[in-house]
């Protein structure tokens, strides 16, 4: 079992920046990639960024890519993103998930992560 809680969200203007945090727990953090997903209502949830265990191999959605940066911990078991010149579109219920299977690649499809948080809101306003 793995335990993950998001924070950091928030309500922020066009522009502004926000840093999500992601505690795990549960189980040896630095043996499982990590990833952050975003949804919206009435949307299916949607691919931000990943992180291998080690932090080396890092993937994003081109959506995101050059604004938000995903980073890990693994002393502290957290995984942060930071999201810069966020804008109205990224509104939307953030949330980390774990891929506890070690495959040796990064994935983006909801299906391929094992555990999820809560999720942590942020608003964008325009």
């Known amino acids: 079992q793995v335990q993950l809680v998001e924070s950091g969200g928030g309500l922020v203007q066009a522009g502004d920046s926000l840093r999500l945090s992601c505690t795990a727990s549960?189980?040896?953090?630095?043996?499982?990639?990590m990833g952050w997903f975003r949804q919206t209502p009435g949307k299916e949830r949607e691919f931000v960024a990943a992180i291998s265990s080690s932090g080396l191999s890092i993937y994003y959605a081109d959506s995101v890519k050059g604004r938000f940066t995903i980073s890990r911990d693994n002393a502290k078991n957290m995984v942060y993103l930071q999201l810069n010149s966020l804008k109205p579109e990224d509104t939307a219920v953030y949330y980390c998930a774990a891929d506890l299977r070690r495959r040796g690649r990064l994935y983006r499809e909801a299906d391929e992560y094992d555990y999820w948080g809560q999720g942590t809101q942020v608003t964008v306003s325009s």
């Open positions: 549960g189980r040896t953090f630095s043996n499982y990639a």
